[in-house]
Protein backbone atom coordinates (compact mmCIF):
# COMPACT_ATOMS: atom_id res chain seq x y z
CA UNK A 1 0.00 0.00 0.00
CA UNK A 2 0.66 3.65 -0.27
CA UNK A 3 3.28 4.77 2.63
CA UNK A 4 5.55 7.36 3.50
CA UNK A 5 8.49 7.49 5.53
CA UNK A 6 10.62 10.42 7.55
CA UNK A 7 13.85 10.92 8.85
CA UNK A 8 13.29 10.93 12.58
CA UNK A 9 13.94 13.55 15.05
CA UNK A 10 14.64 15.70 16.56
CA UNK A 11 16.87 17.84 14.00
CA UNK A 12 18.63 20.40 16.02
CA UNK A 13 20.15 23.03 14.61
CA UNK A 14 21.43 26.65 15.16
CA UNK A 15 20.50 29.71 13.55
CA UNK A 16 20.78 30.63 9.92
CA UNK A 17 22.46 26.76 9.60
CA UNK A 18 20.99 24.67 5.89
CA UNK A 19 18.32 22.26 7.07
CA UNK A 20 16.83 18.70 5.02
CA UNK A 21 14.23 16.32 6.30
CA UNK A 22 14.08 13.33 4.55
CA UNK A 23 11.02 12.06 2.73
CA UNK A 24 10.53 8.82 0.27
CA UNK A 25 7.26 7.37 -0.22
CA UNK A 26 5.82 4.21 -1.88
CA UNK A 27 3.15 4.61 -4.19
CA UNK A 28 2.24 3.28 -7.40
CA UNK A 29 1.58 6.13 -10.03
CA UNK A 30 2.19 9.68 -9.60
CA UNK A 31 0.81 10.83 -5.99
CA UNK A 32 0.67 14.59 -4.63
CA UNK A 33 3.30 15.57 -2.21
CA UNK A 34 2.66 17.48 0.14
CA UNK A 35 4.98 19.22 3.48
CA UNK A 36 2.58 20.33 6.63
CA UNK A 37 4.27 22.06 9.22
CA UNK A 38 2.70 22.20 12.78
CA UNK A 39 4.09 25.35 15.05
CA UNK A 40 3.58 24.62 18.80
CA UNK A 41 -0.03 25.12 20.16
CA UNK A 42 -1.47 25.54 16.47
CA UNK A 43 -3.50 23.04 13.51
CA UNK A 44 -1.49 21.58 10.80
CA UNK A 45 -0.75 24.30 7.71
CA UNK A 46 -0.01 23.33 4.76
CA UNK A 47 3.50 24.55 3.75
CA UNK A 48 4.15 23.15 0.38
CA UNK A 49 2.87 20.94 -2.20
CA UNK A 50 3.79 19.27 -5.40
CA UNK A 51 1.56 17.30 -7.72
CA UNK A 52 3.82 16.16 -10.65
CA UNK A 53 7.79 14.59 -11.51
CA UNK A 54 10.00 17.60 -11.03
CA UNK A 55 7.67 19.73 -9.58
CA UNK A 56 9.13 22.36 -7.27
CA UNK A 57 6.99 23.65 -4.25
CA UNK A 58 8.13 26.25 -2.42
CA UNK A 59 6.74 28.65 0.14
CA UNK A 60 8.48 30.79 3.20
CA UNK A 61 12.13 29.85 1.73
CA UNK A 62 11.29 26.18 2.25
CA UNK A 63 11.86 24.12 -0.83
CA UNK A 64 10.91 20.36 -1.96
CA UNK A 65 11.25 18.50 -5.44
CA UNK A 66 9.46 15.86 -6.32
CA UNK A 67 11.65 13.61 -7.36
CA UNK A 68 9.84 10.00 -9.37
CA UNK A 69 13.13 8.41 -9.70
CA UNK A 70 13.98 7.82 -6.19
CA UNK A 71 10.62 8.36 -4.97
CA UNK A 72 11.60 11.23 -2.65
CA UNK A 73 10.40 15.00 -1.42
CA UNK A 74 12.81 16.18 0.57
CA UNK A 75 12.57 19.47 2.29
CA UNK A 76 15.20 21.81 2.18
CA UNK A 77 15.92 25.63 3.66
CA UNK A 78 18.88 27.39 3.35
CA UNK A 79 18.94 29.61 6.23
CA UNK A 80 16.74 28.36 9.13
CA UNK A 81 15.30 30.50 12.23
CA UNK A 82 14.30 30.12 15.19
CA UNK A 83 10.41 30.97 14.21
CA UNK A 84 10.98 27.82 11.73
CA UNK A 85 10.81 25.34 15.32
CA UNK A 86 8.14 23.21 14.75
CA UNK A 87 7.04 19.78 13.74
CA UNK A 88 6.73 18.78 10.02
CA UNK A 89 4.87 16.31 8.19
CA UNK A 90 5.54 15.14 4.71
CA UNK A 91 2.28 13.54 3.27
CA UNK A 92 0.54 11.95 -0.03
CA UNK A 93 -2.49 11.80 -1.12
CA UNK A 94 -3.40 9.02 -4.69
CA UNK A 95 -6.42 9.21 -6.08
CA UNK A 96 -8.41 10.11 -3.15
CA UNK A 97 -8.93 13.06 -0.79
CA UNK A 98 -7.30 11.77 2.19
CA UNK A 99 -3.70 11.94 3.26
CA UNK A 100 -1.28 9.54 4.21
CA UNK A 101 1.54 11.03 6.58
CA UNK A 102 4.81 10.35 7.83
CA UNK A 103 6.10 10.29 11.27
CA UNK A 104 6.62 13.79 11.71
CA UNK A 105 9.82 15.39 12.21
CA UNK A 106 10.58 17.88 15.26
CA UNK A 107 12.96 20.53 14.47
CA UNK A 108 14.61 22.85 17.07
CA UNK A 109 16.62 25.73 16.01
CA UNK A 110 18.43 27.31 18.74
CA UNK A 111 19.65 31.43 18.36
CA UNK B 1 -13.13 33.76 8.04
CA UNK B 2 -12.89 31.41 11.31
CA UNK B 3 -10.96 28.32 10.68
CA UNK B 4 -11.28 25.21 11.98
CA UNK B 5 -12.32 25.07 15.80
CA UNK B 6 -11.65 22.00 17.85
CA UNK B 7 -12.34 21.37 21.48
CA UNK B 8 -11.40 20.71 23.93
CA UNK B 9 -7.68 21.63 23.20
CA UNK B 10 -6.80 18.79 25.84
CA UNK B 11 -8.74 16.24 27.58
CA UNK B 12 -7.10 13.93 30.50
CA UNK B 13 -9.87 10.89 31.31
CA UNK B 14 -9.79 7.56 33.09
CA UNK B 15 -10.03 4.28 31.20
CA UNK B 16 -13.25 3.25 30.65
CA UNK B 17 -14.72 6.72 30.78
CA UNK B 18 -16.31 8.43 28.19
CA UNK B 19 -15.08 11.81 25.99
CA UNK B 20 -16.86 13.78 23.28
CA UNK B 21 -14.45 15.77 20.76
CA UNK B 22 -16.45 18.06 18.57
CA UNK B 23 -14.78 20.06 15.42
CA UNK B 24 -16.65 23.10 13.91
CA UNK B 25 -15.69 23.34 10.02
CA UNK B 26 -15.44 26.15 8.22
CA UNK B 27 -18.96 27.01 7.21
CA UNK B 28 -19.90 26.04 3.94
CA UNK B 29 -17.07 23.05 3.44
CA UNK B 30 -18.87 20.34 2.93
CA UNK B 31 -16.51 17.72 3.77
CA UNK B 32 -15.30 17.33 6.76
CA UNK B 33 -12.57 14.88 8.07
CA UNK B 34 -11.06 12.83 10.73
CA UNK B 35 -7.54 11.94 11.65
CA UNK B 36 -5.37 11.45 14.63
CA UNK B 37 -2.01 11.06 16.00
CA UNK B 38 -0.74 8.59 18.58
CA UNK B 39 2.29 8.88 20.28
CA UNK B 40 4.20 10.03 18.08
CA UNK B 41 3.50 7.70 15.51
CA UNK B 42 2.23 8.79 11.84
CA UNK B 43 -1.33 10.74 11.34
CA UNK B 44 -3.78 8.46 10.45
CA UNK B 45 -7.04 8.97 9.09
CA UNK B 46 -10.06 7.89 10.56
CA UNK B 47 -13.25 8.99 8.57
CA UNK B 48 -14.61 11.13 6.05
CA UNK B 49 -18.27 13.08 5.92
CA UNK B 50 -19.54 14.68 3.09
CA UNK B 51 -22.57 16.96 4.59
CA UNK B 52 -23.66 14.46 7.42
CA UNK B 53 -23.33 11.13 5.85
CA UNK B 54 -20.59 9.05 6.07
CA UNK B 55 -18.56 8.62 2.83
CA UNK B 56 -15.63 6.94 4.75
CA UNK B 57 -15.18 5.52 7.78
CA UNK B 58 -12.15 3.22 6.82
CA UNK B 59 -9.55 4.16 9.86
CA UNK B 60 -12.07 4.08 12.59
CA UNK B 61 -10.21 1.74 14.81
CA UNK B 62 -13.18 -0.20 16.36
CA UNK B 63 -16.71 0.11 17.52
CA UNK B 64 -15.44 2.17 20.82
CA UNK B 65 -15.51 4.88 18.43
CA UNK B 66 -18.75 6.98 17.09
CA UNK B 67 -18.55 10.26 14.94
CA UNK B 68 -21.54 12.18 13.88
CA UNK B 69 -22.25 15.15 11.97
CA UNK B 70 -25.55 16.69 13.03
CA UNK B 71 -27.22 18.67 10.21
CA UNK B 72 -24.01 18.23 8.39
CA UNK B 73 -22.39 21.09 10.38
CA UNK B 74 -20.56 20.45 13.59
CA UNK B 75 -19.09 16.75 13.96
CA UNK B 76 -18.74 14.95 17.53
CA UNK B 77 -15.90 11.81 18.31
CA UNK B 78 -17.14 9.79 20.87
CA UNK B 79 -14.68 7.27 22.55
CA UNK B 80 -16.43 4.72 24.70
CA UNK B 81 -15.11 3.02 26.32
CA UNK B 82 -11.52 4.59 26.42
CA UNK B 83 -8.42 2.70 26.88
CA UNK B 84 -5.02 3.47 27.17
CA UNK B 85 -4.40 3.29 23.91
CA UNK B 86 -6.44 5.75 22.61
CA UNK B 87 -4.17 8.57 23.54
CA UNK B 88 -3.17 10.97 21.00
CA UNK B 89 -4.28 13.76 19.46
CA UNK B 90 -7.01 14.20 17.29
CA UNK B 91 -7.23 16.51 13.93
CA UNK B 92 -10.53 17.53 12.31
CA UNK B 93 -10.10 19.62 8.71
CA UNK B 94 -12.30 20.68 6.38
CA UNK B 95 -12.61 21.08 3.22
CA UNK B 96 -14.98 22.49 0.69
CA UNK B 97 -13.71 20.69 -2.84
CA UNK B 98 -12.51 17.58 -1.02
CA UNK B 99 -9.16 17.24 -2.71
CA UNK B 100 -6.05 16.79 -0.27
CA UNK B 101 -4.88 20.09 -1.04
CA UNK B 102 -7.96 21.80 -0.26
CA UNK B 103 -7.80 20.98 3.55
CA UNK B 104 -7.60 23.34 6.27
CA UNK B 105 -6.97 21.77 9.89
CA UNK B 106 -8.05 22.69 13.60
CA UNK B 107 -5.48 22.62 16.33
CA UNK B 108 -6.49 19.34 17.62
CA UNK B 109 -7.63 17.64 20.41
CA UNK B 110 -5.03 16.08 22.97
CA UNK B 111 -6.36 13.29 24.58
CA UNK B 112 -4.84 11.59 27.24
CA UNK B 113 -6.69 8.30 28.90
CA UNK B 114 -4.89 7.33 32.04
Known amino acids: GNSVTQMEGPVTLSEEAFLTINCTYTATGYPSLFWYVQYPGEGLQLLLKATKADDKGSNKGFEATYRKETTSFHLEKGSVQVSDSAVYFC??????????FGTGTRLQVFP | EAGVTQFPSHSVIEKGQTVTLRCDPISGHDNLYWYRRVMGKEIKFLLHFVKESKQDESGMPNNRFLAERTGGTYSTLKVQPAELEDSGVYFCASSQTGYASGYTFGSGTRLTVV
Open chain 1, 91 to 100: ALSHNTDKLI
